[in-house]
């Protein structure tokens, strides 16, 4: 079985740059990347590997909601300097570069799903939850930080619901990380409770006099709120991609 590790650029390089403090050497970042990666490589013994980058174009996302990832931290100057010649090492190091166009994740996703699709295993390295609604159970998540597989189980007593039940979440209570809105009044336990009686938004919706005047009518005010919510929330499996697993081939770093 193939087994491809996917290695989340950002969500990785950001956190091992902010350890290092308000002046980090960029050598010494580009050292740390290239141990960590060698690292993920030794551990999880994948046939394949990548890692992929966010760029620099204006997402969907954005487009359809203006306040997307709002007052976001922008990456630093001096690591968005030294990006370049961290993938050149990482190259050399055998680990082949993906620059998406805007987001990263959607290009994750849509590997990750391509690999399982033909009978492979997908390791997403990142510690993003948002990849908890991949539910193929070849596509596993790795928290490089925690040194651990991320626990579905936990993660669902977390947030109250099933992990299937993830995007129905999102639309109704929103996810403020990635400013996503969800329904105004609706917070997490609400919208966990009404999942657990109703299992799906959907259901939610059809039943709206069943509940309360008051949260039904917040339900019905907020429903093109909840359907955007969701799209926002909902990772695409379909991007184009110009790469072959060929060129993802685990090799010997190049002298």
């Not at 290239?34 to 999880?44: D, P, V």
């Not at 619901?161 to 969800?182: C, E, M, T, Y």
């Not at 409770?193 to 039904?216: C, D, H, I, P, W």
Request: glycine share 6%; charged share 25%; net charge positive.
């Amino acid at each position: 079985m193939n087994t491809l590790l996917i290695i989340d650029g950002l969500n990785l390089v950001r956190r091992l740059h902010a350890a290092m403090g308000t002046q980090p050497d960029m050598d010494a970042l580009t050292i740390r990347v290239t141990s960590a990666c060698q690292k993920l490589i030794r551990f999880h013994q994948p046939s394949h590997v990548t890692i992929v980058w966010d760029g620099d174009q204006e997402s969907w996302r954005k487009q359809l909601y203006p306040d997307y990832k709002k007052g976001r931290k922008p990456m630093p100057e001096d690591l968005a300097k030294a990006l370049p010649a961290l993938k050149t090492q990482l190259e050399k190091e055998g680990v082949y570069s993906i620059n998406a166009d805007s987001e990263a994740d959607d290009v994750i996703a849509t590997l990750a799903s391509k690999i399982v699709n033909h009978q492979g295993k997908a390791i997403i390295v990142s510690t993003d939850k948002g990849f908890a609604q991949l539910l193929h159970p070849q596509i596993v998540q790795w928290d490089h930080f925690n040194q651990a597989f991320i626990d579905m189980e936990a993660l669902e007593r977390k947030l109250g619901v099933d992990r299937a039940q993830l995007l129905d979440f999102i639309a109704l209570s929103g996810d403020s990380g990635n400013k996503i809105p969800g329904i105004p009044g609706i917070g997490p336990k609400s919208a966990s409770e009404l999942l657990k009686a109703f299992r799906t938004l959907k259901n939610v919706y059809n039943s709206l006099e069943m509940l309360g005047a008051k949260q039904a009518k917040k339900l019905d005010e907020g429903k093109e709120m909840a359907r955007m919510s969701y799209k926002l929330g909902k990772l695409r499996t379909d991007m184009p991609l110009k790469v072959n697993l060929s060129q993802l081939r685990v090799s010997q770093p190049k002298a």
